[in-house]
């Protein structure tokens, strides 16, 4: 399928064209005719498969037809990165058609609010906000959304997850109630609370679903089980013996991150940290000196791992076991991105065994577990069924192998050309 045959209009189409989308992704072949019809969406579709343009290119479209100076689109992210991914997106999508945007976030920089509620006065098509953020700029009074038109919510999971919900209820309480809205619903997981949610949001949605819960196809998953003490020994070993291009390290609690890191610049290896203790400026320092590799390792909490587009990720670690098995999908879709291929390593410590079962459940694929290198030892043995109290550490044997990939059903099976314009 190509673009040209969902008749969008020029501006849009040409932005298309300029980014170098060849071919729209499943999820967008999908979305797009439904979105572009203005009818209401619930969609399943995970970081990675290209939803963002999935909504933005028909909200472009809508806009483009009927221009006006109001506010008339409204985006709810979760998180800042989020947002500002989903921002650029949207400027890199408006160069030919003119439309604006508005990134809301928040931080306890005193210039970026200032800025917003400036952007926000002087008028904008389109917000892209985080809930909390944008209920503080309209309890002040000036966000005018009575023209609102279209409305959309992403990674509504994780919104909910993230305590979000009653800023979403009063949000929706300030959008006007007698005009038509389209209102579309992106989640990478579909649980009850995301169902009551859309219930009350959307009018007869068209619902679909893209195989969300697995990585894409290119990424080689593999696992340590290592003791807590092996696992900073384990990760210098890897680092040192490969060539170092981009490589993520998730870790779940600030505290890891921030202990792992020191560890790392100890050992010299070129890293660095992001975590929700770093001011907004300087998380988006780090973020840009990653994309433009002016070092290698990035070691980062959970915040990072949805929505964040960081090209040619070669190597995933998982310092620890996810909490949720669809946040292993996210962490892991940092890497293989649009056809590439990279590499997602986890370490599995005992606690963590009968969480990794649930994600080897969830993923439909047994994840290899590989020999622990000779100057590390073994790790406790794989058990995950094992009442964890009484679990006892057997030693593992010597268990042999490379990386076992088994193919899956990737998700995105999109092109990108060379961009023939500049923007
Ligand atoms: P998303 O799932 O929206 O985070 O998109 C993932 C990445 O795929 C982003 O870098 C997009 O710019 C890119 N992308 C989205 N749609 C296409 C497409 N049709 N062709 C090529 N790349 C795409």
Redesign the pocket.
Known sequence: MK?SEFKLSPGVFES?EA???????P??EQVIPIALEKKDLIAC??????????YLLPLMNHLEENKSDKIKGLILAPTRELVL?IDQ?FQGFAYFSGLESVAIYGGNDSAIWEQQRVAIERGTNVLVASPGRLLAHINLGYVDLSDLEYLILDEADKMLDMGFVDDINKIISFLPKNKPRQTMLFSATMPSKIRVLSNTLLKNPTEISIEVSKPAEGVLQAAYLTYDGQKNKLISHLLAEKELDSVIIFSSTKIKVKELVKELQQAKFPAKAIHSDLVQAEREEVMRDFRNKKFPILVATDILSR?I?V?NIGLVINYDVPQDPPDYVHRVGRTA??KTTGVALTFINEADQARFANIEKLIEAEIFKIPNPAEIGDGPAYDPQAPSKKRHFKKQGNRKGNFQHKKKAGP?K???KPRTSNK
């Open positions: 673009f298309v980014m170098g989308f060849e071919e729209p992704s999820v967008q579709a995970q970081t990675g498969t290209g939803k963002t343009a999935a991914q997106q929505g587009d090209d991105r649009a995105y999109g092109n990108r």
